[in-house]
Nanobody, 119 residues
């Protein structure tokens, strides 16, 4: 059983920064991808950033258009944690941010952490 727990969300002023963390627990064998999605009220869930593994050693980092140049995804395998560093935040970034993990045929989601950006 795999569990994902997000943290680091909160209230920040426009132009500020936040660092989100997603800690994974449980038995994880093969990881195909890890990432962050967000969902604002009335909108579809959209990709913020992801790390996708092509094989056992190679991987590709991918960012949603809104995140390019502002957000950075990273992973600490020793801590079973993935991070999302968000800079130059805008009110439009206000959303619930979800951690995502894909392992073979299985997809896991965290419960989300609220990010609110005030102007």
């Amino acid at each position: 059983q795999v569990q994902l727990v997000e943290s680091g969300g909160g209230l920040v002023q426009a132009g500020g920064s936040l660092r989100l963390s997603c800690a994974a627990s449980g038995s994880i064998s093969s990881i195909n991808g890890v990432g962050w999605y967000r969902q604002a009220p009335g909108k579809q869930r959209e990709l913020a950033a992801a790390i996708i593994s092509g094989d056992s050693t190679n991987y590709v980092t991918h960012y949603g258009d809104f995140a390019k140049g502002r957000f950075t995804i990273s992973r600490d395998n020793a801590k079973n944690t993935v991070y999302l560093e968000m800079n130059s935040l805008e009110p439009e970034d206000t959303a619930v941010y979800y951690c995502n993990l894909v392992t073979g045929p299985d997809t896991y989601w965290g419960q989300g952490t609220q990010v609110t950006v005030s102007s």
